[in-house]
């Protein structure tokens, strides 16, 4: 029996444009099995019609960021009951806010880095702003908007820089400033109730933005299997699994983390992790031996709703 898959992708957030790479790449891969019909949309004012027009077995959420990976799509599917891939209308919208899913994570004893949020207002006080920082702590430190992903925005800033890379997130209108941990970039996902595995990365720029994620002229470096004591790899997997749990997240999800002093700092958990030729996810799949159609399928097979 064909199965009708509706695919969106694309749609209003900062990362339109790598939504639709993981789209291409998506369908280029399933278009390999003929027991699949696509149809490929943006979720623009006709959504709804073509939704009903379509009338898909379920959708493949392949949006990223804000209304995609926030709940917001997810409330729609699941008014049309119609399944959907990935986490839930929640779990979504918890994971995307940086500072309600930190908070979560504090509560449950996953360490985190320092943060306070800073809502920009008319004539704050620069002055306090930076005793702040540097009574709670300390310079370098990392300007992120709450409710982005792929590091749209992200910045690490020291004193001498710090107004100038301020002023650059004053469209986001609230942000977080976060103290700098240095040492590794390690991310790690979940699939289901499986621990995948692990990643390094080693950037040539500053840290793994936007351009080191999404651009092979950056040449980041992935390393996989990852130089990394068992005792280590265990505890990371473990950890992402606990904070993929805690958010009641579906499918699949990568956690970011930084390794430093033997310990790990969850950043965040994306609930719609990146599906292009230089995403981590379907790197990690394959080095377990999980080809790019067998861990979309499995994708699919948890598409439900009520979640």
Not at 245 to 263: E, M, T
Not at 281 to 288: H, L, T
């Amino acid at each position: 029996m064909i199965k009708k898959i509706l695919v969106i992708a694309g749609g209003y957030s900062n990362e339109r444009e790598i939504s639709l790479i993981t789209a291409n790449s998506v369908i280029k891969e399933l278009n390999k099995n003929r027991k699949y019909k696509l149809l490929l949309t943006e979720p623009n004012g006709n959504f709804i019609e073509k939704l009903r027009k379509f009338k898909p077995n379920l959708v493949l959420n392949l949006l990223h960021g804000r209304y995609g990976e926030d709940g917001y799509i997810q409330s729609i599917l699941e008014s049309e009951k119609v399944k959907y891939t990935h986490s839930g209308v929640l779990s979504s919208s918890l994971a995307i806010d940086k500072e309600i899913s930190k908070q979560m994570f504090l509560k449950n004893n996953i360490l985190t880095p320092s943060y306070f949020k800073f809502e920009f207002k008319n004539n704050f006080n620069y002055k306090n702003l930076i005793n702040k920082i540097e009574k709670k702590l300390k310079f370098p430190v990392v300007l992120k908007p709450i409710n982005e992903g792929s590091s749209v925005g992200v910045c690490i800033a020291n004193k001498k820089n710090f107004r100038h890379h301020l002023m650059s997130l004053e469209r986001f209108k609230e942000i977080l400033i976060e103290k700098y941990i240095p040492g590794r970039e390690i991310q790690a996902a979940i699939l289901g109730n499986r621990k995948l595995g692990i990643i390094e990365l080693k950037p040539k720029r500053k840290f793994y933005d936007y351009k080191a994620k999404y651009s092979v002229s950056a040449k980041t470096e992935h390393l996989i299997p990852v130089n990394i004591s068992k005792k280590n790899f265990n505890k990371v997997n473990s950890i992402a699994m606990k904070a993929h749990k805690l958010l009641k997240c579906r499918g699949v999800s990568r956690s970011d983390f930084r390794f430093y002093n033997n310990k790990f700092y969850l950043l965040e958990l994306n609930t719609q992790p990146g599906m292009t030729s230089l995403s981590l996810v379907p790197e990690i799949a394959r080095y377990k031996n999980i080809s790019f159609m067998n861990l979309i399928e499995e994708i699919i097979k948890d598409a439900s709703i009520d979640k």
